[in-house]
């Protein structure tokens, strides 16, 4: 086999594998997605158009809403990180991007039609969980719908962090060739800018205190949402470097891992909310050289 038919049979697995990965396993398809964008960009896109479309079709609607925004969302962050954009511009345009799409296919679907079937689908399953924790409370379908692009936009930084997190494994998996990006963001330094702490704060406030503008709460809490899934992954980088720069073993961090997803999920994210002031990583690397 030629050397280049070998390099495209390995692409085109690439791309099957984050195909089926993205309905299967939802978010952990995302190294693969990431890493097929980060360096076939056509073949990304072509597979993406395909294989949303297909899903479109074969009127799987909310998979297809999912899968597509997080295909938006990796590809144009791959896309804008090529032309030097920094990661933070990056991020919070392929985000946004990726809500745009979701909201778009979303209204295009149901024309805003509270007793189209997918209404029910994305509504249902958030009914149960909201009266489980305020069963006193009535809420109309629309009211809550408002806050569906905070839960859609926190999944697709959920989706962009596992991928930048997990894709050198991928990288190696497949036997591709990392290429290196000055505008590329390094994992163990991820930090939130000054800007954004400011506006989750304000978000914070205005999210339980009653203005005569709805709206205003209404985005206030959108953005509380994206801010706590934000600060819980500065939170697992802080982590991160510790156990690597205090070299705590496989078997141990692994242990410590699991007791984040079983319990201390909100501890990490007021350590990654504290870091701002903090800023733990820069007291650790001052502990490792005094030592």
Known sequence: MLPQQASNKKYFLLAAVSAAMSIIFSVMSAPFIRVLAATKSKIFWLVGVV???SLFFLKMNLVAIYVGAIWMTLGLYSELEKRG????????????AGVAFGAISFLAITKWSVDHELFKQVIDPLMV??????????????????FMPGLLASALISALAVSLVFEAQIFQAFQI????????????????PDTFIWVSLFSFLFSVVETPFHFLQVIAINLAVVS???????????FEFAMRIFRVGRLTKLLLYLLIITWALPVITILGFADYWADFRRHMRKKVKVS
Do not use: C, Y
């Open 228 to 238: 706590i899934i934000s600060f819980f992954f500065q939170g697992i980088s802080v």
């Open 129 to 146: 969980s909201l009266k489980q924790v305020l069963p006193d409370e009535n809420f109309e379908t629309k009211a809550v719908m408002m």
């Open 85 to 96: 954009i920094t990661w933070k511009k990056s991020g919070a345009l392929s985000v946004l």
């Open 177 to 192: 060739k990392r290429e290196r990006l000055a505008s590329g963001l390094k994992w163990l330094e991820f930090r939130l």
């Open 51 to 53: 294989f949303v479309s």
